[in-house]
T-cell receptor, first 113, second 113 residues
Framework: GDSVTQTEGLVTLTEGLPVMLNCTYQ??????LFWYVQHLNEAPKLLLKSFTDNKRPEHQGFHATLHKSSSSFHLQKSSAQLSDSALYYCALRSPNNNNAPRFGAGTKLSVKP | ETAVFQTPNYHVTQVGNEVSFNCKQT?????MYWYKQDSKKLLKIMFSYNNKQLIVNETVPRRFSPQSSDKAHLNLRIKSVEPEDSAVYLCASSQDSSGNTLYFGEGSRLIVV
């Protein structure tokens, strides 16, 4: 089946520095990719999703570009905020997996003052 | 604004007991899911139902059984729990079975002692 690989473990940044969380995928189809964010003691919620027309999705200062040539959908933000500290999941859906979204292992982002 | 409701939020039980988790969504969605989030925060699909029909059944132990009375409800029963079942069980819904945006409940934490 299809799979997603993320930057592993913990990423620690100083407030104001740029954020980049890596996400690569394997799929025999052209899948849809998503980023979900889970703050402490909250439910995961959608942050971004890829578009079919190659537009770059953006939300809350975060953006991600789907690069089919490198099978990547990295999450970026120009300037980290303390409130960005959370667990970030990259997810993929494709007909290979009956369209039920599959999640990467998650990357914990910790932003320090 | 919560629209996927799970009960109970927290449950402690002994090995060998039976537990049930309930999930209801008020979004009018056709598709519902159960995910397991383990102690390492890995988020894995377990089951998916579309309009009361089972469409995804991952490789999970047979002691797990989903139950859906209508498209707004999806319950999860675990017969004879094991220590490795300790986790947070997250219910989610999406508009249809194409797997677009998941809306998660806040989770049901199971502790098996």
């Amino acid at each position: 089946g299809d799979s997603v690989t993320q930057t592993e473990g913990l990423v620690t940044l100083t407030e104001g520095l740029p954020v980049m969380l890596n996400c690569t995928y394997q799929s025999t189809y052209s899948p849809f990719l998503f980023w979900y964010v889970q703050h402490l003691n909250e439910a995961p919620k959608l942050l971004l999703k890829s578009f079919t027309d190659n537009k770059r999705p953006e939300h809350q200062g975060f953006h991600a570009t789907l690069h089919k040539s490198s099978s990547s959908f990295h999450l970026q933000k120009s300037s980290a905020q303390l409130s960005d500290s959370a667990l970030y999941y990259c997810a993929l859906r494709s007909p290979n997996n009956n369209n039920a979204p599959r999640f990467g292992a998650g990357t914990k982002l910790s932003v320090k003052p | 604004e919560t629209a996927v409701f799970q009960t109970p939020n927290y449950h402690v039980t002994q090995v060998g007991n039976e537990v049930s988790f309930n999930c209801k969504q008020t979004l009018g969605h056709d598709t519902m899911y159960w995910y397991k989030q383990d102690s390492k925060k890995l988020l894995k699909i377990m089951f998916s139902y579309n309009n009361k029909q089972l469409i995804v059944n991952e490789t999970v132990p047979r002691r797990f059984s989903p139950q859906s009375s209508d498209k707004a409800h999806l319950n999860l029963r675990i017969k004879s729990v094991e220590p490795e079942d300790s986790a947070v069980y997250l219910c989610a819904s999406s508009q249809d079975s194409s797997g677009n945006t998941l809306y998660f409940g806040e989770g049901s934490r199971l502790i098996v002692v």
